[in-house]
């Protein structure tokens, strides 16, 4: 019976009828990019058990389905090219697999920077999008699902770059690919498995955790579906009473039938907020529950006549958008920018009222500060910034949001049903873009993501494949003081993994992440950077200077320290100015602010505060802007520390 229900799983998982007799998981599909100069796999399921025969490239190979109906065929290493065909069948059904092309196969995986797309980047960067048809760039996006047990198969497509599906590509992936067949010109097949905010052990298996008794503990805790099922059950329950508590008693829902966003509403009696910001900070402290927020704007008869873009930043947390009264747009994510059409119709000469029905969960509610709050008229731009009117609609208790348990998590679970099925499937490398969900357990970290590239490689069975490692973009308010660290010490980890870990490398991003957005814009730098990574330990460029300067070693003379580097390339510098977010310590480890200047390929650091120095620090907070040691190949130094004090977990 258990044989039984797998089965039905596997068809039903792989788009199939379910009394086909010959199954293929989706990556094995039109337009699939295998990977070249290697052996590659290709699996599948005979459903009766009957003998498969794969024909391909003027050859023919068999194989005999085992007990659980799986079967497999190795095609021998291939040249870059293509494209191909391959016919599958038995003696009773048949699958062609057309527009095959030989690449590079990268996997692509990690939290919500990886999993950011391209529609993001629609104003940022539109040329790139309108200019990115090339059907030798192929993307296959995975889609989300989680799992307590290994799965076999799941969703998705493999589809070529082009402007219209490029809007769901890995932003990171897709300008690392970009780069590498712009230089390499061979086909690049991305396969892109990512899930916001989820840490790495969900990305582990479960053998691959065995030293990590928490995590294996909640495995099995998990697996007993008593518990996983009493674990949902109640969290939707407190969800679904607090949803329904401020829909129903929300002010702004008129008992006539119309709501707050009415063009005719009164909103004489309403308070003044400034955009972007929140509304704690204009006399609404810990309201969470709905606010709505209104603003009033005039159009002349020339900013008529074609669709407006009504751009709203980000909004904390979610969104009901309307335009003189009706709904343009909506969003149940704060991370996602607000970009919604308002139609020529509903534009009109005078008066128009822009209003905004916000939920706040938890923490403050309101308008993310350094976005852009605008309408865009055709070649006229209306900034929205400035005085809105508010009014709250319901205030509650906030959501308890942090006491809910997201099953995808959980240890194991995106292995099980997001890693795992894709095994089989030769690839050239990886990519990974991950570290801010374990932010907090930095310690940990140090052996949970070698853990990951450990499991990974054990699992495909191709040796040290090359590694690569995103590491964390500054992020929240800069800190006017040195700082204990906070991402710096997960940013340790991620480079100390690279040192340690054979054929792994380090992409850099310290200077390109946002103060008030986890989810930085500038992804074609980041790719960028994975390209140049690739390129030393995945194509062997011997003499590439993939990487900004990384600490070696210090020596103190007298009341200084000199430093020693290396990926310096042709030279270290301070851009823009003099070197900064350099701090300085004696024994009693209290860091200062220092001066630091470069001689030759050392870096000089001292401070007139301290005489007797054993210690420097540079980089070293959760937004260190203003760092600005680069080599002269405009690569950013990692953050480091030059002392081994006790680090926080």
């Known amino acids: 019976m258990k044989k039984g229900l797998m089965f039905l799983g596997i068809m039903m998982l792989a788009n199939t009828s379910i009394f086909a007799q010959l199954v293929l998981p989706a990556l094995v599909s039109d337009s699939m990019v295998l990977q070249r100069d290697q052996p590659v796999k290709i699996w599948g399921w005979s459903m009766n058990g009957e003998e ?102 799941f969703n998705g497509k493999w589809k070529p770059a082009n402007p219209t599906n490029i809007l769901r590509f890995s932003a990171a992936a897709y300008y690392m690919v970009r780069d590498l067949y712009e230089k390499y010109k061979v086909p690049m097949g991305v396969i892109h ?197 508010y009014e709250v609609g319901v205030s509650v208790s906030a959501l308890p949001v942090n006491t809910f348990t997201r099953m995808y998590y959980q240890p194991a679970t995106l292995y099980n049903a997001m890693i795992a099925p894709l095994v089989p499937y030769t690839i050239k490398g990886v990519a990974w873009y991950q570290g801010e969900s374990n932010s907090g357990k930095a310690l940990e970290y140090q052996k949970l993501l070698p853990a990951l590239i450990a499991d990974w490689r054990s699992r ?54 946002e103060t008030n957005d986890v989810h930085p814009l500038n992804k074609k730098e980041v790719g960028r950077r994975l390209a140049l990574a690739a390129e030393k330990i995945a194509y062997n460029e011997k003499d590439m200077v993939y990487s900004g300067p990384i600490y070696q070693s210090m020596k103190v003379e007298g009341n200084k320290i000199v430093l020693s580097f290396t990926n310096i390339g042709t030279g270290l510098v301070a851009k823009d100015g003099n070197l900064k977010q350099f701090a300085i310590a004696g024994d009693d480890r209290k860091f200062v602010w220092a001066k630091a200047t470069i001689a030759g390929d050392k870096v000089i650091v001292w401070s007139d505060e301290i005489t007797d120095p054993v210690a420097v620090r540079y980089a070293w907070a959760n937004n260190p802007m203003g760092a600005n040691l680069y080599n002269k190949e405009d690569l950013p130094a990692s953050s480091f520390r030059t002392d081994d004090w006790d680090k926080k977990p």
């Open 460 to 513: 495909w069975q191709q040796g040290n494949f090359p590694f690569l490692v995103v590491q964390l973009a500054n992020y929240m308010a800069v800190q006017d003081k040195p700082a204990d660290g906070g991402w710096a010490w997960i940013r340790e980890a991620q480079l100390l993994t690279t040192q340690k870990v054979p054929n792994t490398a380090l992409a850099v991003a310290i200077d390109i992440g």
């Open 193 to 389: 498995t990512s899930w916001g905010g989820t840490p790495a052990e969900a990305w582990t298996s479960e053998e691959g955790l065995k030293e990590f008794s928490n995590y294996t503990e909640r495995i099995h805790y998990f697996k007993d579906t008593a518990n996983l099922n009493a674990t949902l059950q109640a969290d939707k329950a407190i969800q679904d009473a607090w949803y329904k508590k401020i829909n129903d008693n929300d002010k702004g829902m008129l008992p006539n039938g119309t709501t707050w966003a009415s063009v005719d509403m009164d909103a004489a009696k309403w308070r003044t907020m400034k955009v972007p910001g929140f509304w704690e900070d204009y006399g609404a402290a810990d309201v969470d529950g709905i606010v709505w927020v209104r603003k009033e704007i005039d159009l002349t008869q020339t900013m008529l006549g074609k669709d407006a873009i009504l751009e709203l930043g980000m909004l904390d947390d979610n969104d009901i958008t309307y335009f003189n009264g009706v709904k343009v747009g909506t969003s149940s994510n704060k991370y996602i920018p607000r970009r919604y059409t308002v139609p020529a119709s509903l534009l009109k000469v005078g008066k128009n009222v822009i209003t905004v029905r916000i939920v706040d969960t938890d923490g403050s509610g309101g308008f993310i500060k350094d976005k852009k709050y605008r309408l865009l008229l055709g070649n006229e731009e209306m900034d929205l910034a400035g005085n809105w009117q």
């Open 52 to 153: 498969v025969t794969v024909k391909f490239n003027n050859q023919q190979y068999t194989a005999t389905p085992d007990a659980n109906r799986k079967w497999a065929v190795t095609l021998p290493a291939t040249k870059a090219g293509g494209p191909y065909n391959m016919h599958i069948g038995t003696s009773s059904n048949r699958i062609d697999v057309k527009e095959i092309l030989f690449g590079d196969v990268w996997l692509c995986s990690g939290q919500s920077n990886m999993e950011f797309a391209m529609y993001r980047l629609v104003v940022k960067n539109a040329d790139d999008i309108a200019n990115s048809t090339n059907n030798s760039i192929r993307e296959f996006h995975v889609d989300q699902q989680y799992s307590f047990a290994p799965k076999n198969t």
